[in-house]
């Protein structure tokens, strides 16, 4: 059987451009304009995963009451925000509702429909019994590349899809710089170069959640982001672009 998806969306050429995109995936898609109307469809259909737009018709941040919502009544659903809101306070507030990625309209489609199925893959994953996975082992960080799970020294980061990518990209080849753009490719995102040091620093903010003395991903001035190679685990020394110092020495980069 098919996958269910819900598509909150208010404007109905977006909406059905996206619904069309995913059915031609295979998914079946319930489609609502509101949040009224997505929380009553999701209780008498439940969906796999769910996509929703922040400003909902007359709810400026319907979106975000909505995904509040559908985490409280299924603490495993996939949330997908997909928004023109190109805010970094935005995301943060998304990602704190529980939401597992930020995406900014602009994306292809077929960028979104792979992070759709990223997702399920994921959640399929983790409901499985345990066994032997593909791993990447750096130091305390340890990439799940079959869940699309991280954690540092052995607790679970939280990462979304798009900051396990970058990530990935990072510590697969300690010390190597990789550009924004790279990093970009990698996450199979679209974004401008500000998005992309605001995401690195949102996901710095991630590790140093778990440990203070973080300090394994590094800017490197001019020309992007690398995974110190020589990085021990709870070295309280180096660059943490002045997040725990007062200071935003990444602006501009």
């Known amino acids: 059987m098919s996958q269910r998806i819900a598509l909150v ?16 995936q295979g998914y079946r898609v319930d489609a609502y304009a509101d949040r009224a109307a997505a929380l009553a469809g999701c209780a008498l259909n439940p969906p796999q995963l769910a996509i929703i737009d922040i400003g909902l018709g007359d709810e400026p941040e319907g979106g975000f009451d909505l995904c509040r919502e559908l985490r409280a009544g299924d603490a495993a659903l996939p949330i997908i925000f997909l928004t023109a809101r190109d805010s970094e306070l935005d995301a943060i507030c998304a990602l704190r509702l ?5 995406l900014v309209k602009g994306i ?10 990223a997702l399920l893959r994921r959640v399929a994953a983790l409901r499985e019994p345990p066994q032997a996975s593909q ?21 679970p980061l ?16 300690p010390g190597h710089v990789k550009s924004r753009e790279q990093l970009m490719q990698a996450a199979n995102a679209v974004m401008d170069e500000a ?14 959640a778990l440990d203070q003395g973080f300090a394994a991903i590094q800017t490197a001035y001019g020309m992007g982001y690398r995974w110190r190679a020589d990085e021990p685990a709870g070295d309280h020394h180096g660059d943490h672009d002045g997040e725990r110092g007062g200071h935003n020495r990444d602006a501009g980069q």
Request: net charge positive; no cysteine.
């Open 9 to 24: 969306e208010d404007e109905p050429l977006i909406r059905d451009n996206y619904r069309e995109s995913l059915q031609r």
């Open 158 to 173: 939280g990462l979304t899809l798009t900051e396990f990518w970058v990530v990935h990209a990072l510590a697969r080849h």
């Open 135 to 155: 791993r990447l082992q750096r130091g305390a960080l340890t990439l799940d590349l079959d869940r699309l799970d991280a954690s540092w020294r052995g607790q």
């Open 98 to 102: 529980g939401a597992d990625d930020y």
């Open 195 to 208: 998005s992309v040091s605001s995401l690195v620093k949102r996901t710095r903010r991630k590790f140093l």
């Open 108 to 117: 292809s489609l077929a960028h979104l429909s792979a992070r759709v199925a």
